[in-house]
T-cell receptor, first 118, second 111 residues
Framework: GAVVSQHPSWVICKSGTSVKIECRSL??????MFWYRQFPKQSLMLMAT?????????EQGVEKDKFLINHASLTLSTLTVTSAHPEDSSFYIC??????????????FGPGTRLLVL | QKEVEQDPGPLSVPEGAIVSLNCTYS??????FMWYRQYSRKGPELLMY????GNKEDGRFTAQVDKSSKYISLFIRDSQPSDSATYLC???????????FGQGTELSVKP
């Protein structure tokens, strides 16, 4: 149980294009999903928290107009990197809470999406 | 000072060794403690989940939480080459706040 998938697993794009990354909870309904960014040999940096049917909450320093998050259903959240630039190249990882509510719910992570912007 | 401190390593041990991984934290409100394992170029995988103080054992893995010292540990017995990965501690308070991660410790188990 508690499987989270991401698509695509890797993407290469030209500078200035937009890239959409999907995050799905396969065997549970996730009220809350999270988007992280990870640079090589560094820990995960939370970008935003996404609740189904409402606007995402972005962490300080994360541009909400550049990183568009949509959480339209209890099993799907998307992250769109708009007008991507080489500095946006990174490993993007989503996670989903384990199907319930309350602080005891932990997060299950997707396999990550590696983005390379040329 | 970071909220969660974790020695980044790298840590190299021979196969069969006992491995001790540790994190310290400064926020006394943290109640939920987790250890994740992350293989290279993969997402983190939940290994252990502990609420408040105490020990929890699962196979070769034991998690310890000492809230009085603000210190958590993960022990791996009979370490295997397949345990080679980065281990991340994470914690949160009982308000359902965001997970706060340590920097991660890179572990290499040599056959």
């Amino acid at each position: 149980g508690a499987v989270v998938s991401q698509h695509p697993s890797w993407v290469i794009c030209k500078s200035g294009t937009s890239v959409k990354i999907e995050c799905r909870s396969l065997d549970f309904q996730a009220t809350t999903m999270f988007w992280y960014r990870q640079f090589p040999k560094q820990s995960l940096m939370l970008m935003a928290t996404s609740n189904e049917g409402s606007k995402a909450t972005y962490e300080q320093g994360v541009e909400k107009d550049k990183f568009l998050i949509n959480h339209a259903s209890l099993t799907l959240s998307t992250l769109t990197v708009t007008s991507a630039h080489p500095e946006d190249s990174s490993f993007y990882i989503c996670s989903a809470s384990g199907g319930g509510t309350g602080p005891q719910e932990t997060q299950y992570f997707g396999p990550g999406t590696r983005l390379l912007v040329l | 000072q970071k909220e969660v401190e974790q020695d980044p390593g790298p840590l190299s041990v021979p196969e069969g060794a006992i491995v001790s991984l540790n994190c310290t934290y400064s926020n006394s409100a943290f109640q939920y403690f987790m250890w994740y394992r992350q293989y290279s170029r993969k997402g983190p995988e939940l290994l252990m989940y502990t609420y408040s103080s105490g020990n929890k054992e699962d196979g070769r893995f034991t998690a310890q939480v000492d809230k009085s010292s603000k210190y958590i540990s993960l022990f791996i017995r009979d370490s295997q080459p397949s345990d080679s990965a980065t281990y991340l501690c994470a914690m949160k308070d009982n308000q359902g706040g965001k997970l706060i991660f340590g920097q991660g410790t890179e572990l290499s188990v040599k056959p």
